[in-house]
């Protein structure tokens, strides 16, 4: 069966960085489009990123573009969102998400990150 | 990109039907046929329940259905069932390669 598994939430302070992981396994990963989903304590669903199958096309949320980085290593079976430059607003449930291309069929449990001083 | 508009609560009593809409621009929701439909229990993961407008995956109840006319889109569950209480939330594809969400909507099953 498809699992979707995050890591790599904390505390952290702004301005600070974290680099979040999605480990996928039940799927052959190097097929599928990849993405990152987050959701503010309390608040409705944001699309972040997405990433295609071979990594050739990725895209941003305005919100994020220019600070935080997807990346995928599909010997490894893994998604990873680099955070940088970390505001209170981007404290939220990051999910890990299967698809970007029509939907998105499966997620992850969420990992939180916390921006605060 | 502004959220797709959906209505903040819907609420039906057991074995009635209610509809959520989501409606966008000719950008997103009336444009493309890459609308999908999640269900999010508390503390949960969200699950797709609709994919392209109107299909169903594996596993997901008949009782769900979507459709789209326009700029809109909807959610119909029929035969409301206690554990049918979530909050639902549409997603389109827009024109620029991104994506967008509903605001969501809490139902409430009376």
């Known amino acids: 069966q498809v699992q979707l598994v995050e890591s790599g939430g904390g505390l952290v302070k702004p301005g600070g960085s974290l680099r979040l992981s999605c480990a996928a396994s039940?799927?052959?990963?190097?097929?599928?489009?990849m993405s990152w989903i987050r959701q503010a304590p309390g608040k409705g669903l944001e699309w972040v990123s997405y990433?295609?199958?071979?990594?050739?096309?990725?895209y941003y949320a305005d919100s994020v573009k220019g600070r935080f980085t997807i990346s995928r290593d599909n010997a490894k079976n893994s998604l990873y969102l680099q955070m940088n430059s970390l505001r209170a607003e981007d404290t939220a449930v990051y999910y890990c998400?299967?698809?970007?291309?029509?939907?998105?069929?499966?997620w992850g449990q969420g990992t939180l990150v916390t921006a605060s001083s | 990109q502004s959220a797709l508009t959906q209505p903040a609560s819907v609420s039906g009593s057991p074995g009635q039907s209610i509809t959520i809409s989501c409606t966008g621009t000719s950008s997103d929701v009336g444009g493309y046929n890459y609308v999908s439909w999640y269900q999010q229990h508390p503390g949960k993961a969200p699950k797709l329940m609709i994919y392209d407008v109107s299909n169903r995956p594996s596993g997901v109840s008949n009782r769900f259905s979507g459709s789209k006319s326009g700029n809109t889109a909807s959610l119909t569950i029929s035969g409301l069932q206690a554990e049918d209480e979530a909050d639902y939330y549409c997603s389109s594809y827009i024109s620029s390669s991104t994506w967008v969400f509903g605001g969501g909507t809490k139902l409430t099953v009376l």
């Open positions: 990433i295609s199958a071979s990594g050739g096309a990725i």
């Open positions: 998400a299967r698809g970007g291309r029509t939907t998105f069929n499966y």
């Open positions: 039940g799927f052959t990963f190097s097929d599928y489009y």
